[in-house]
């Protein structure tokens, strides 16, 4: 079993969905996980239960996108633990709409999140990471890092980014013994893809037991949504990887949907 015992994780995004589940799968393995989102009150409630379950969890609120903010969560965390091994940049939003009709500040606010804030979490990272010797970048990417799917377009931009960035840093980071990957998960059943089911069954004229049927699921092996579970247990193996052997890549965990 990978254990991340006396490891101290970051996590944005993580006081729900994916981010929670990763948060809780790295408490259990050992590590201790900061809990950052811009939704202050939900962030507590899930390092509560951490806690409660015998984890050790901070909370931080965090907008990713405001600099300042970013800043004081990273210097935060390392006043309180002393040390940052591991950080997933996870915070996401998504928009449902085709591309003549997008607004440049719709645009501007999806690319903000996973791109600036990516960014903003990297860069704060490195620098203690560097300091230190060591540690771990992880991005959570989608299949959407890969392909493109209609009405997403700042998303499957902004995930094809992540890419690029997560490449770079496993590139500058080897010699500061920093490793950094990026998680491509599927559909995973989450209030971010619960949102879209509506909206594209809206935009597309069809039912949303097409869009589940037809859409999401139509390129899978089994057509079953991948889990919570099994994003967090591929999140706990990079996080966990003992060596360089495992970086610059591209996970894909999506039931056979999108097979590198």
């Known amino acids: ?62 907008d990713v996108t405001d600099e300042a903010a970013v ?37 501007r606010r999806v690319l903000a999140v996973h791109l600036d804030g990516a960014f903003l979490i990297t860069r704060a990272a490195l620098r203690r990471m560097y300091a230190q010797g060591g540690g771990c970048l992880l991005y959570m990417g989608s299949v959407h890092s890969k392909l493109a799917s209609p009405l997403k377009a700042p998303y499957v931009t902004a995930k094809h980014g992540l890419l690029g960035l997560c490449r770079t840093v496993a590139k500058e980071g080897a010699a500061h013994g920093v490793r950094s990957n990026l998680i491509c998960p599927g559909f995973v059943r989450t209030p971010l893809v619960d949102r879209q089911i509506p909206d594209q069954a809206r935009a597309l004229g069809i039912s949303e037991e097409a869009v589940i049927r037809d859409i999401m699921l139509k390129d899978t092996v089994d057509q079953e949504f991948t889990t919570l579970e099994d994003i967090a247990e591929v999140a706990l193996h990079l996080a966990a990887f003992p060596s360089a052997a495992l970086t610059g890549q591209s996970v894909v965990a999506s039931h056979g949907w999108y097979m590198q």
């Open 1 to 62: 079993m990978m254990r991340l015992d006396d490891k101290t994780a970051l996590i944005t995004g993580a006081a729900g969905g994916i981010g929670r589940a990763v948060a809780e799968r790295y408490a259990a393995a050992g590590a201790r996980v900061a809990i950052a989102d811009l939704d202050a009150e939900a962030a507590e409630a899930a390092a509560e239960a951490i806690r409660h379950a015998g984890g050790e969890a901070l909370a931080l609120a965090m």
């Open 71 to 107: 800043e004081a969560g990273v210097a935060r965390l390392v006043a309180h633990w002393g040390r940052l091994d591991i950080a997933l940049a996870n915070a996401g939003i998504q928009h449902i709409q085709p591309l003549h009709e997008l607004s440049l500040a719709d645009w």
